[in-house]
């Protein structure tokens, strides 16, 4: 592996702030982060990014972050991935699956397995539901040799916007990543889905089933979607009901759709509008849903000095901006062609021989 550690690398303004910590700390690069918000008539980082770093430092050990006066500026230089029991209170500003989304790239390499349990809200229209982490996101990790002791419990859910939910998510360590060759997206087999509510009618669970599976059973028969009513302690501190779906091809690639109920939406408009979403990611092709393309393309980077090669739909706009920065701190080029049939992109890259010494050959 190229050793990048001996400079400073400068990046300016709030976007794609998680990224880049999170591959400064697998990099063991440092980083400066200024411009953050500077023109804003409330410049600086607001109180979740604070809080994400207050969980970077939990979950590493020897990681210092020097902040400005005015917050619009910070230094970090990354220290060792330690994992182990952590606890973290995410508040309410934004989802767990803000905090939780980048600490999965962190998790298989540090010195202990990840248990990590964070409280906050489970499902918004934000970020990424602890549904679609655990019932795809996490499966990614699979395809490049992760697989024991992996696993996400939803032990209480919170709806926005007070939330109250809770998730425990457990991650092994391993020493190093396999290659992986993905590029045949198959045909959709089945589709799979949970529709959740809390703190209101258990009907409104069975509404999104059915307008959902009026649009899906159009174009498929096998569509099962569960429903998780939460009562009680275990459903949080508001209201509100979210639909999460599946779709599964026959070589197992996953894409995925999600919404969660905003004010004065029905359980028919949220089913309606998940159901054509997913439509919509299944029709964009590739291996990869675009929920999840920088995790696949970070894997593949960090994999050994071997070929790994994916087939992708469309990038997003998130996504080609990770590949600048996985270029910027790794140095990595991606090797793209473009298949004329489908208009998908063929995606390669030789990994960097990414090595956790922490865990031992056995």
Known sequence: MKDISHKVLKFSGHGYLRQRLILATLSGQIVKIDKIRSE?????????????????????????????????????????????????????????????????????????????????????????????????????????????????????RGSAPLGGGEINFKCPIIRSLKPMQFTDEGRIKRIRGIACSTRVSPQNANRLVDSARSVLNRYIPDVYIFTDVRKGEESGKSPGFALNLVAESTTGVLYCSEQAALPGETPEDVGNKTAKLLLNEISNGGCVDSLNQWLILLLMVLGPEDVSKIRIGKLTAFTIQYLRDLKTIFDVNFKIKLDSTDNSLLMACVGVGYVNYNKKTT
């Open 40 to 156: 804003d008539d409330d410049p600086g980082l607001r109180d979740f990014e604070a809080s994400f770093l207050r969980l970077l430092e939990k979950v590493t050990n020897g990681s210092t972050i020097e902040i400005n006066y005015s917050g619009t500026a910070i230094l970090y230089k990354p220290g060792v991935i330690t994992g182990g029991k952590i606890y973290h209170e995410c508040g309410t500003s934004r989802a767990i699956g803000y905090f939780l989304e980048p600490l999965i790239a962190l998790a298989p390499f540090g010195k202990q397995a990840f248990d990590l349990t964070l409280t906050g809200i489970t499902n918004d229209n934000t970020d990424i539901s602890v549904d679609s982490i655990r019932t795809v996101t996490l499966l990614q990790l699979r395809k490049f040799g992760i697989e024991e002791e992996l696993e996400l419990k939803i032990i209480k």
